[in-house]
């Protein structure tokens, strides 16, 4: 149940993901003054958040190895308590 509403999901945002890139593309042609346009900035910016929506299925390492706990610095390391196929903590 959970796959199918992803996968739903992922098949309705994939053409407006594809059309907020192309106009993102459109936006950073060099067009004399467009660039510096407030609108412009504001549209750019809107289209990458939409083009660039959506979920990974992989976890980007978070490069923690050690945290300051008071005056005193501690090693970190990663554990996973719980895993099921959406996720892991």
Do not use: C, W
Request: hydrophobic share 45%.
């Amino acid at each position: 149940m959970i796959y199918l509403a992803y996968q739903a999901q992922s098949d309705l945002l994939s053409p407006i993901q594809g059309m907020a890139r192309l106009a993102l593309a459109a936006l950073r042609l060099p067009i004399p003054g467009l660039a510096q346009s407030f609108l412009a900035r504001d549209l750019a910016a809107t289209y990458e958040m939409i083009g660039d929506a959506g979920l990974t299925h992989t976890r980007p390492s978070f490069n923690i190895y050690k945290v300051k706990v008071g005056d005193r610095e501690l090693d970190m390391r990663e554990e996973a308590v719980s895993v099921i196929p959406f996720g892991t903590l």
